[in-house]
């Protein structure tokens, strides 16, 4: 079972003003692209060919060594993207509600904790990574990781997550991380958060 790109869930240039088309089409066409692709070299004729990314991430352990870090990298890669891409709509912003947003008052106070707790995550990400909301077994938290890294391997359950690798916001916002994670905020789409958490 080869891992695919999937088709985005709106046209590229629906984010905008906040994501651009441009950064879109090569982010999603040719950055997630990449991972897959090497993801499918690495995996191929193995007995791991056919285990989905999530369990991969859960299991790096193992691996043999000398596809562990490929594999970590590339199959996080197609993960996060495709989580990434879900959790962003043209409709998307506001506030999260519903269970969702009780949770979040309870762990953080308030969805403006949340997110400014989920900004100085992104902006103090030394390098490439991402920003998480994550369910930890207990609660909510927030967490970061970083390249392609995954909560789910250290056996958290990601919510939401803000990719702060330069590719996902450079050409419209260069060195300016702490805005980009600002305008993404007003794509996030709290209804699949939502769906997530209910299934934790």
């Given at each position: 079972?080869?891992?695919?790109v ?8 629906a ?5 651009d ?10 950055h997630?692209q ?17 285990v989905?990314?999530r ?14 870090d ?10 996060n ?43 103090n990400?030394f390098?490439?990574?991402w920003?998480?909301?994550v369910?930890?077994g ?11 890294d ?9 919510l ?21 994670i600002?305008?993404w905020f ?15």
């Amino acid at each position: 079972m080869a891992y695919k790109v999937p088709d985005l869930p709106y046209a590229y240039d629906a984010l905008e003003p906040h994501i651009d088309e441009a950064t879109m089409r090569a982010h999603h066409d040719k950055h997630h692209q990449a991972y897959v692709d090497k993801a499918n070299a690495a995996l191929a004729d193995t007995e791991w060919e056919d285990v989905r990314p999530r369990e991969i991430l859960t299991r790096l352990d193992e691996l043999p060594d000398d596809l562990r870090d490929t594999v970590r990298n590339n199959a996080g890669g197609q993960y996060n993207h495709c989580m990434f891409w879900r959790s962003m709509s043209p409709d998307g912003g506001g506030e999260p509600d519903g269970a969702l947003g009780e949770a979040i008052t309870t762990a953080f106070g308030s969805a403006d904790e949340l997110k400014s707790l989920l900004k100085t995550a992104g902006v103090n990400r030394f390098g490439s990574g991402w920003a998480w909301l994550v369910h930890d077994g207990s609660g909510l938290a927030v967490v970061s990781t970083p390249n392609q890294d995954n909560p789910v391997t250290g056996g958290q359950t990601p919510l939401l997550g803000l990719d702060v690798w330069e590719h996902a916001y450079y050409l419209v916002y260069q060195s300016r991380r702490p805005d980009y994670i600002d305008a993404w905020f007003s794509v996030v789409n709290w209804q699949t958060v939502a769906e997530r958490f209910a299934d934790v």
